[in-house]
C-alpha cells in the first residue's frame, strides 16, 4: 500500500479510516461530514492527508458525487471489516440511539415490500421523532448481489437467493403464498376462482425482466399457457390497470391484501398448487457487527411482526 508500509502505525490518526469509511458510504463530503459530525472542510482535510497517505486520489467527483477508485474499492475490503471489529468490541454493550443520530439507514427492496415498508418507516420515524432519516432503493431477487456490492447500502430485503458467498449474511424475515386480485365490477368470476375461469381470463403479469413468471411454469406443466394481456415491471401499477381492465393479477399475498384494500379489489386465492416464497434480509459480512446495522435489521423484524407478515 505504498508509503503506509514503512511508517509505524502510532503515526496514523485512525480517525482518517472513519472518514474513509464514511465516504465510501455516502459518496459525499458533505454527507460523510454530517454523519460524523464533522464540518465539510475538516473531512476535505482528511481526504487530503489520506490520499497523501495511501498514494492514491481515492475519490473522484463525478455526476453522481464522489467516485471511490479501484485502489480504494481495494482498501474498502480490508478497512471496513476492521472498523466493525474495533467497533463491535469497545461497543460492546453500548446502543443504537435512533433520536440522536442524523444516520440515513439505505434499505433496498422490490416495490411490493416497498408498499408496505415505506409507510410504515416513515410513521415510526414520525411518531417516534427519531432523528435518522431512510432512504429506499429499488432491487429484486436477481440483482441483490449488485445491490449490496454498494457499500451504500445497508440491507436488502428480497426473495432469499439459492446460493450466498461468506460475504454475505441471510436472516429469514417472512414466508407468504400468492393470491389472484381482480376488479369484481368488471369480471364476473367464481368467489374462490376456479381453475378453467383462471386459465381462461386474461392476465396481467408482473415481471422486473419482462418475462416469464412461476405462473407460467406452473400452467405449462398443466399443458397451458397463460393468456397474459399485458406485462409491466412494477408491482405499484397493479392497481389502475386492475381498475380499468378486467384481467387478473397473481401477485405475492402481502401486495394483494394492500392493492385490494387501496382500489377495492377482489383478492382470491390462486386455483393451482403454487410454490410459496421466503423474504429475507440480506447484508454484508464486514457490517455484521455495528450497532446501527443490527438496530435497522431489528427495525425490519418488528416491521414483519407489526404487520402480521
Known amino acids: 500500500m505504498g508509503s503506509i508500509n514503512r511508517i509505524d502505525l502510532h503515526q496514523v490518526d485512525l480517525n482518517l479510516l472513519v472518514v474513509f469509511q464514511a465516504l465510501m458510504q455516502e459518496g459525499s463530503v458533505t454527507r460523510a461530514g454530517y454523519k460524523l459530525s464533522l464540518s465539510q ?64 439507514f439505505h434499505l433496498a427492496m422490490s416495490d411490493d415490500i416497498e408498499m408496505l415498508f415505506g409507510p410504515w418507516v416513515a410513521r415510526q420515524k414520525l411518531d417516534h421523532n427519531w432523528s435518522v432519516n431512510f432512504a429506499i432503493h429499488q432491487t429484486n431477487s436477481h440483482l441483490w448481489r449488485e445491490t449490496l456490492d454498494d457499500p451504500l447500502i445497508d440491507v436488502v430485503l428480497t426473495t432469499t ?11 429469514p424475515m417472512f414466508s407468504g403464498d400468492y393470491r389472484c386480485v381482480h376488479n369484481p365490477r368488471l369480471l364476473n368470476l367464481s368467489n374462490p376462482l376456479t381453475t378453467r375461469e383462471y386459465i381462461e381470463t386474461r392476465h396481467l403479469r408482473v415481471s422486473y425482466d ?38 387478473i393479477a ?22 393451482l398448487q403454487m410454490p410459496r416464497f421466503t423474504i429475507s434480509a440480506l447484508w454484508r459480512t464486514e457490517v455484521d457487527g455495528l450497532i446501527e446495522n443490527q438496530w435497522i435489521r431489528q427495525l425490519c423484524n418488528t416491521f414483519v411482526q407489526v404487520q402480521g407478515l
Open 161 to 171: 437467493p439459492a446460493h450466498m458467498a461468506a460475504d454475505f449474511r441471510a436472516e
Open 210 to 247: 419482462l418475462q416469464r413468471g412461476w405462473v407460467d411454469e406452473v400452467l405449462a406443466a398443466m399443458g397451458h399457457q397463460r393468456n397474459t394481456l399485458c406485462t409491466i415491471s412494477h408491482f405499484s401499477g397493479i392497481g389502475p390497470i386492475l381498475l380499468d381492465l378486467p384481467v
Open 41 to 104: 472542510s475538516a473531512v476535505s482535510a482528511a481526504l487530503g492527508r489520506l490520499r497523501k497517505l495511501f498514494d492514491d486520489p481515492l475519490f473522484e467527483r463525478s455526476r453522481s458525487g464522489m467516485t471511490p477508485t479501484p485502489k480504494a474499492l481495494s482498501l474498502s475490503l480490508s478497512i471496513g471489516p476492521s472498523l466493525s471489529t474495533i467497533a463491535a468490541v469497545i461497543l460492546d454493550d453500548v446502543e443504537f440511539e435512533p433520536w440522536q443520530s442524523a444516520r440515513t
Open 250 to 271: 397473481t401477485i405475492p399475498e402481502h401486495v394483494a391484501v394492500r392493492v385490494g384494500e387501496m382500489f377495492d379489489l377482489r383478492v382470491s386465492p390462486v386455483p
